[in-house]
Every structure is written in C-alpha cells, then in structure tokens.
C-alpha cells in the first residue's frame, strides 16, 4: 500500500470526476502529520499507507472521531495542538475519517489482489483463471446496485492489471507504457452474457492504447485470428483523404501485435470479434 495506490484505487474505483482521490490523500497526509503525537495507538512510526491490518484501521478511524468531537466542543485535541490552522475543515467536514473508511477499503482491495494473483500463479489455463478469479471477486451475479458496480469495478480494474502486466505494460500496436493511456481491451465485450465465464480470462484481453481501445471497441478495426494482424474497417475508408488517415490508421493495417508475455490472445475469441463486433471491409 501505498500513496500513489491509493490514489489510483479511489480514482478507478469511485465515480468519475468525484474528485475523492485528491481530498483523500491529502486527509490522510493531515492524519500522518498529526497521529504520531497521540499515545492511544502505538502506530510503530509508520505512515498509514503501511497499516495493513483494517482493525488497527477501524482503531485509529474510532480515535479521530473522538478528536473531532474535542475539536467540535472547543475542547484540546490533536488537531489543534499539532496540526495547521488551514487544515481545521479536512476534520471538521469528515474529510479524515472518509478517508480512513476509504483506506480500509484499499486495505481490503490489496488484500483480494493478493489472492487474485495466487490464483493466477497456481492456475495455467486461462478459462480456470477467470471462472475462479469470478467467483473471488463475486462476479456471478447481475445487478446495478451500488454493490454490484463495486464488485464489477474491481473486477475489470483486476483484468486491467492482468493485461497490463501481460503485455509488459505497453500498448500491443505503439509501445506507448503511458499507465494513464493504457486500456485492457476485451476481445470479446464484458456485457456479451453468453460470455459472462471468459470476462476475466487473460486470454481475452489486448492491451491498448486509448485510440486504438476505442476504434476496436467500436469495431472500426480488429485483428486476424490466424496472424494477430490489424484490419482497418471499410467503415474507416471515408476519411482516407484527412490528414491524420495515415498517421493513425493507414499505418497500422496489416501491423502484427507485439507478442505478450505469457497469454496471447485466443483465436476464437478474435474471430468472434471479427464476426459480431467488427464493421467489415
């Protein structure tokens, strides 16, 4: 655990433009400044991002609320006594203890990725990896209920750093290893239910960047199940005189995808991109 994990979990796995991720890392980094001067919780000098275990967590979320009633009440807390003045509304509007409910979540996230990723060491067929990496994460039922959208984003963001971690961190077609521009793009799409038992199957995943995620979303290109080479859309033709054609598009046809480390993509499943997803020539 750790800042920038903790950073990247709220952005992912909160709604957009929330703006949560920010607000609660900077809670957390008021909670590191002023912690180490209360004697209730022995927290060995280590920042919150090293506190693993969620019950110290739940211990420490218990001591901040009582300051914040001192706080409230006028009373002496740490707050006061050892944090800025500026930073009195991070406590006072619950900024602190949402973060600290937020950490523990992360805790509990980390704690699931590390049995996700015994999984996959212990496992070597991809369909076995994703029917259990489903069952541990949940994802047998439908819903869109606020816990269901949790599960599914945990989910999807597992596959992400599945695929990711697959193709070294770059995209299969440009190389780009820009984290924020990198996308794990399902062969076949995760709302095909009559697929629902391959949505986490390392097999059906290419890792893209954000353009090219979209244009094979969209199915405005896909790639050859026999050779794993690009095919432009007939779609795609009506912009052959634009000036970024070339660039973007009229370069990659026929390109090959770099070869991933251990899981390449199942031939099956491009050709049912191919043949449901994609436009045509």
Not at 120 to 149: C, M, N, W, Y
Not at 185 to 205: F, Q
């Amino acid at each position: 655990m750790d800042r920038k994990g903790f950073i990247d979990f709220n952005t992912r796995l909160s709604p957009e433009n929330s703006g949560k991720a920010d607000s609660y890392a900077r809670a957390i980094q008021i909670l590191d400044e002023v912690l180490p001067y209360q004697n209730v919780i022995d927290l060995h000098g280590q920042s919150l991002y090293e506190v693993t275990d969620t019950a110290v967590i739940e211990a420490i979320l218990r001591l901040v609320k009582t300051e914040v009633r001192k706080m409230k009440n006028q009373q002496q807390n740490i707050f006061d006594d050892y944090g800025k003045p500026n930073q009195r509304s991070y406590p006072l509007k619950s900024f602190c203890s949402a973060a600290l409910e937020s950490l523990k979540k992360y805790a509990q996230y980390m704690q699931d990725i590390n049995v996700a990723d015994r999984i996959v060491a212990q496992e070597t067929d991809p369909r076995s990896i994703s029917t259990r990496l489903i069952d541990h994460f949940d994802l047998t039922k439908e819903g869109e209920d606020v816990e269901s959208e949790t599960k599914r984003r945990k989910g999807q963001d597992y596959f992400r750093r599945m695929i990711l971690t697959n193709y070294s961190g770059r995209c299969a077609l440009t190389g780009i290893n820009i984290p924020q521009l990198l996308l794990a793009s399902h062969i076949i799409p995760w709302a095909e239910k009559s697929h629902k038992s391959d949505r986490l199957n390392p097999c059906n995943g290419i890792c893209l960047s954000a353009l090219y995620d979209k244009a094979f979303d969209k199915g405005l290109i896909t790639f050859s199940p026999d050779d794993y080479s690009v095919v432009l859309s007939s779609a795609l033709k009506e912009y052959e005189t634009q000036e970024y054609y070339d660039k973007y598009f009229g370069c990659i046809a026929g390109q090959k995808i770099k070869t991933p480390l251990e899981y390449a993509p199942s031939s099956d499943f491009l050709a049912y991109h191919r043949d449901k997803v994609f436009l045509g020539l």
